[in-house]
DNA sequence: TTTCGTTCTTGATCTACATCAATGGGTACG
DNA sequence: CGTACCCATTGATGTAGATCAAGAACGAAA
């Protein structure tokens, strides 16, 4: 499985086998069943996971009683409990698995272990941040002013792998349509050919 | 002018005399007038504005050639051209002020030798990113699924400073709806008290 | 003063999408 | 094997908010 997350690195910096041993120092490895959850209501437990295998999500639950998708996270991206809104908000934060998922922890002082003495990690991190908060401006204007069957062609087109991995609902969910509308969609795109 | 960012940084940590001249050695000053850009499409000058007197406000512009608004920075906010969605995306990204405005620059080397050489600054930044990383899903899930009364009455309570200084169309623009809905949206708000 | 640009208001219509409701298919489990 | 549950589909209806259109209020310029 640390194999995966090397090769992730060392698409941004070449590693060394002392890196590797540091790496493997700070992390911990383990697996969710599908629909297990890896950070329930409450229990902020502040590290980063990223994920080797299967497709994580990352959602909040509105003061409604309605689930809303904050993220997909599949085979090499990361996902955290730091993002999303844990703070001051009524609603509440949860992370779990859609498919039975591999992924890696590493905590908040592992990581600053990492940004300390690993060197091109602090670099890549922070590059890591800015397009997210880039993909995170383009979202909101897309949801601000696209039309439903805009944002679902979009989604296709950005994450074409997640989007034949995760249920229409939970699609949906990301959207902020709801499963009516992604079926009547779909079907009117496949007329259209 | 330079006052008010030592001020803003002492929030967060303690300045000598020689962190201010530091400060002092990497920032450049600038006045807007109302409307005057600090960036157009395409000059991206890659560095953070820091606003000490008036509002200045980020926007794209769609392929309908619809303008939306991704943030307003009033006193003590940074603004900058990295975020955004300089990227990839057909639209243009631009920076102007909404009212006449003092602001300090700070390019991408200032801000390396701050992180360098500033104690608390890198801390203070990555905070900043953070909260702001938080406001944006907040502001996605908000987006998605609120009403426009809801969005409209969020923004009130959330930034009420920038909504009694900003023209309204601007905040339609921001909130995703048309003037005229804000204008009804106020209208009932008003004959409800 | 008049003129002009900007911002806000109000009304009439239209439409994208939600909601409600029923049905059918797929897969797990007794 | 049938029962049950989850998920996608399809239709009928309702509604929030966009769009189109026409003023009204305000300040700035001359």
New interface residues.
Partial sequence: MLEVLYTYFERSFPLTEGDKSLIQSVVLMRSLKRSEFLVRQGEVARHGAFVTKGILRSY?I?NRG?E?I?QFAPENWWISD??????G?P?SFFIDAVEDSDIILIDMKGHETLLEKLKGYAESFRAG??R???A??????S???ASAEERYVDFLETYPSIAQRVPQHMLASY??ITPETVSRIRKQASLKK
């Fill in positions: 909040v509105d309605r809303h904050i730091k993002n999303g809104m844990s703070e908000t609603s941040i800015q997210r908060a880039i995170k401006d383009h979202r909101i204007v949801s601000l002013t959207l902020g």
